[in-house]
């Protein structure tokens, strides 16, 4: 397995790979690689004949205190994770082969990026479009793959690929989660045991509220009840605590399929987000 941080080495690697694999999967990751990305690494393998994962914590896409400095990097272990599963390529450039001096674009998707973590991290997604719209052009895949666990930014991304012509399938993965049904995520890192055990509420919370909603109860008090169902869990502050349309991403008060429920909420100085179908 190949690890190339420039765009030269970059392109000659890539297209060795070329000649041999036919369809070439992308797996984009800011690394600290958990079970979650590797499981899409896995869907990637299984569908693709050559796999390129990239490792790269964003700069734009962390908006002002933030936890960009903070966010884990381990880079030796998450090439031994990759190499294990049989990646092909890690893709680690460093800032300037992204954001060469005077970079002056930016790549901003309205609609599907409005509210949820749009409203409470202004910035975030246009930061994420634009990394994004760069790693397709840089590695050119046949498919690339995100988690399901970041919903509204599967949405802004395929949004992006379908606005800006980039033909590639985008393939949306199911969320991991541990045993208790906690979605995994890098940030789970940062909670305490007692904060990790509080925050199970968050997955307990959505399921009881997408059962109540699908049997027809009334939709902004089960969201007003499941705020403070957190609230008296563990969690300080609920960012948000939505039914959306799930591909358009609409505000929905009268339930209809496709629906989806998202929610953020802190807890101690993590913000969790999770989603759930409401079938
Ligand atoms: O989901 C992530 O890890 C990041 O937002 C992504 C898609 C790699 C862009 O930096």
């Given at each position: 397995m190949q690890i190339v941080r420039q765009l030269g080495p970059l392109r000659e690697a890539l297209g060795v790979i070329r000649k041999t694999k036919r369809k070439l999967g992308l797996v984009p990751t800011m690394g600290a690689l958990h079970a979650g990305h590797m499981h899409l690494v896995e869907t990637a393998m299984a569908q693709c004949d050559g796999v390129v994962a990239s490792i790269f914590v964003n700069p734009t896409q962390f908006g002002e205190g933030e936890d960009l400095d903070a966010y884990p990097r381990q880079e030796t272990a998450d090439a031994a994770l990759l190499e294990g599963a049989g990646v092909d390529l890690v893709w680690t450039p460093t800032v300037d082969q992204v954001?060469?001096?005077?970079?002056a674009t930016n790549v901003s998707v309205t609609g599907v990026s409005a509210g949820l973590c749009g409203g409470s991290r202004p910035g975030h997604f246009d930061g994420v479009a634009t990394v994004v719209a760069k790693l397709f052009n840089q590695i050119r895949p046949d498919a690339a793959f995100f988690g399901e666990k970041d919903y509204q930014q599967l949405a802004v991304i395929r949004r992006m690929a379908r606005d800006l012509d980039f033909t590639h399938d985008i393939v949306g993965v199911p969320t991991v989660r541990d045993a208790d049904g906690l979605a995994l995520s890098s940030?789970?890192?940062?909670?305490t045991p007692e904060q990790r055990g509080q925050a199970v509420a968050l997955p307990d919370t959505m399921r009881d509220a997408a059962k109540s909603i699908a049997k027809g109860g009334d939709i902004a008090s089960i969201l007003d009840e499941a705020q403070a169902k957190l609230l008296a869990s563990?969690?300080?502050?609920?960012d948000y605590f939505e039914l959306r349309?799930?591909?358009?991403?609409e505000n929905m008060t009268v339930f209809a399929k496709p629906a989806r429920l998202l929610a953020a909420a802190h807890i101690g100085s993590t913000r969790l987000i999770d989603n759930i179908a409401v079938a």
């Open positions: 954001y060469p001096d005077g970079f940030r789970n890192a940062y909670l563990g969690f300080h502050n609920v349309n799930a591909e358009t991403l």
